[in-house]
């Protein structure tokens, strides 16, 4: 099993420019979440999903939107990037309920590494 | 005053020597998570407890809930041990987390 994948892995944007986050797993996982993660802050939860279909807020949702259209696969998009969204963004997947005690382990992805100019 | 606070910051100790991270918390919670991020940035899951003490090789973390306070520690430590370690709590009916800023862990030979 690959875990949970991301792409791509670095990535330069320009202020205003658009883009979409990757992130997919081969475990069967209900849970995904896309993390960011700055100098000094401990990981701070964008958007989640609990489900195929079904997305909702984190702590920093503005700026961002996610799709769920695929079990396996959580999107981040970036519509107008901004300076403030450079950033190691992480995504994560957790079993879900039916994972029993560990419903909640998380396994993240590698990490991609964004910059905005 | 954050929900998770990890002590200390930073951490450089010789190969060898017995280590000890805390993190302590505000809120009441469902589980605390211990999670190892590497240099090369990959993080990857250490314990999940909600109550005693969890061993994994040289790895052991404790937790107490009535203190709101848990324990990472690291036996005959050694310098492939130098990461950053990172306290999540999953506080009760959620199913998200919020995390530690983290203890850089340093281990000189």
């Known amino acids: 099993n690959a875990g949970v994948t991301q792409t791509p892995k670095f990535r330069v944007l320009k202020t205003g420019q658009s883009m979409t986050l990757l992130c997919a797993q081969d475990?069967?996982?209900?849970?995904m979440y896309w993390y960011r993660q700055d100098p000094g802050m401990g990981l701070r939860l964008i958007h989640y999903?609990?489900?195929?279909?079904?997305?909702a807020k984190g702590e920093v949702p503005d700026g961002y939107n996610v799709s769920r259209l695929k079990k396996q696969n959580f999107l981040l998009g970036l519509e107008s990037a901004a300076p403030s969204q450079t950033s190691v963004y992480f995504c994560?997947?957790?079993?879900?309920?039916?994972?029993?005690?560990?419903?909640?382990?998380?396994?993240f992805g590698p990490g991609t590494r964004l910059t905005v100019t | 005053k954050n929900e998770v606070e990890q002590s200390p910051q930073n951490l450089t100790a010789q190969e060898g020597e017995f280590i000890t991270i805390n993190c302590s918390y505000s809120?009441?919670?469902?589980?605390l998570h211990w999670l190892q991020q590497h240099p090369g940035g990959g993080i990857v899951s250490l314990f999940m407890?909600?109550?005693g003490k969890k061993k994994h090789g040289r790895l052991i973390a404790t937790i107490n809930i009535q203190e709101k306070h848990s324990s990472l520690h690291i036996t005959a430590s050694h310098p492939r041990d130098s990461a950053v370690y990172i306290c999540?709590?999953?506080?009760?009916?959620?199913?998200?987390?919020?995390f530690g800023t983290g203890t850089r862990l340093t281990i000189i030979p």
């Open positions: 994560a997947s957790s079993p879900g309920l039916s994972g029993g005690a560990l419903a909640y382990e998380q396994y």
């Open positions: 475990m069967n996982h209900e849970y």
């Open positions: 999903s609990v489900g195929e279909g079904t997305t």
């Open positions: 809120v009441g919670i469902s589980a």
């Open positions: 407890l909600s109550s």
């Open positions: 999540a709590v999953r506080s009760v009916g959620n199913e998200k987390l919020t």
